[in-house]
C-alpha cells in the first residue's frame, strides 16, 4: 500500500420531495449514512431528532425573551440532554455519525455543532456553524452587531458587540468569520467523514464520500485525485489511473504532483507486469 497525499483535514430524507426543495443540511447529513451503510436504520435517528424539534419548541414557548431562550436551549442541550465530545477511544468515523452521536449524545465538534446549529434555527434564531482559526463554532446572531459565539464542545460562550464607530482605518474592526451555509455545512460534513474512513482503512466508505462530493461540485480535480487514491487501494487500477492522471494535467502545479506522479507511475508499472 503507498501512503497516501491527503492533507489532515446527497441523500434527501423524504426522496420524492427532493425534487422541490432541498432538506436542511442535518436530515442530509443523517441520510448520508446509508450510503455507506446500507443496513443503517435511521429511523430511530430521525425520532429522536423530532423529539428534540419537540422539545425545543416548548421551550420556545416558555421563553419569548430572546437571551433567556439561547441560554435555557444551550443548558437544555449539554446539562439536560448531556451532549459532549467523547473522552472515549471511539474511531473518528464514529463520531462523525449521526445515529451514533444522537443515541449515544457524544460525538465531533462538527457533528455536535451541526446539530446545535439546526436546533438554535428551529428555536427561531440565526444561527450558522461558523470556522474560525480552524476551530468549528456556532455563531448566532442577534443583530447586525451583536450576537453570541458558541462552542460546540463545551458549551462555552462569548457575547460580541461589534462598535458603531468601527473601522479598518483605526485597527478596531473584527474579523469577519466564515460562516458556513447547509450545502456547504453538508459538504464539510461530507469531506471529514472522507477523512475519517481514509485514516481508518476503510476505503469503500471513503469512496461513497467521494462520490457524493461529485455529485455536489462535479468533476473536481482534488475529489479525482482522492478518488484515483481510494480506488488504488480497492483494487480498481485502471479507474484509479485516470483519475490521477486527470488531476496530473488539471493541477501540475500542486505541491504534491510528484507523490502522485510517483503513484501513477507505480499503476502503469505493475499494469505492464500483468501484461
Not at 455507506?36 to 429522536?48: I, K, Q, Y
Not at 414557548?61 to 442541550?77: C, K, T
Request: hydrophobic letters at 35%; charged letters at 25%; glycine letters at 2%.
Amino acid at each position: 500500500m503507498t501512503t497516501p497525499w491527503f492533507e489532515d483535514q446527497n441523500e434527501p430524507y423524504q426522496d420524492e420531495a427532493f425534487d422541490t426543495f432541498v432538506p436542511q443540511a442535518l436530515y442530509r447529513c443523517i441520510s448520508a449514512e446509508a450510503k455507506w451503510d446500507p443496513h443503517a436504520d435511521l429511523s430511530d435517528s430521525f425520532a429522536t431528532l423530532n423529539d428534540f424539534e419537540t422539545q425545543v419548541s416548548a421551550l420556545c414557548q416558555q421563553h419569548a425573551d430572546i437571551h433567556e431562550r439561547f441560554d435555557a436551549l444551550v443548558d437544555m442541550f449539554f446539562t439536560t440532554w448531556l451532549f459532549s465530545v467523547s473522552s472515549l477511544k471511539v474511531p473518528e468515523y464514529t463520531l462523525n455519525s449521526f445515529s451514533y452521536m444522537l443515541s449515544m449524545r457524544s460525538g465531533s465538534e462538527t457533528t455536535l455543532a451541526i446539530l446545535l446549529c439546526h436546533l438554535l434555527n428551529h428555536a427561531d434564531f440565526d444561527a450558522n456553524v461558523t470556522i474560525n482559526n480552524s476551530e468549528i463554532n456556532v455563531h448566532v446572531a442577534i443583530s447586525d452587531e451583536e450576537g453570541y459565539l458558541l462552542e460546540p464542545s463545551s458549551g462555552q460562550q462569548s457575547w460580541y458587540i461589534i462598535p458603531e464607530n468601527a473601522s479598518e482605518e483605526n485597527g478596531d474592526e473584527q474579523e469577519p468569520l466564515e460562516l458556513i451555509f447547509d450545502e456547504e455545512v453538508y459538504k464539510l460534513y461530507l469531506a471529514q467523514q472522507k477523512w475519517a474512513f481514509i485514516t481508518s482503512n476503510k476505503f469503500g466508505h471513503a469512496l461513497s464520500c467521494v462520490e457524493m462530493l461529485m455529485e455536489l461540485i462535479g468533476d473536481d480535480p482534488y475529489e479525482r485525485r482522492d478518488r484515483g487514491y481510494l480506488l488504488n487501494q480497492l483494487d480498481c487500477p485502471k479507474m484509479a489511473r485516470d483519475d490521477l492522471q486527470f488531476f496530473i494535467d488539471e493541477c501540475p502545479d500542486d505541491p504534491a504532483i510528484e507523490i502522485i506522479q510517483h503513484q501513477l507511475e507505480e499503476l502503469e508499472d505493475n499494469h505492464k507486469t500483468h501484461h
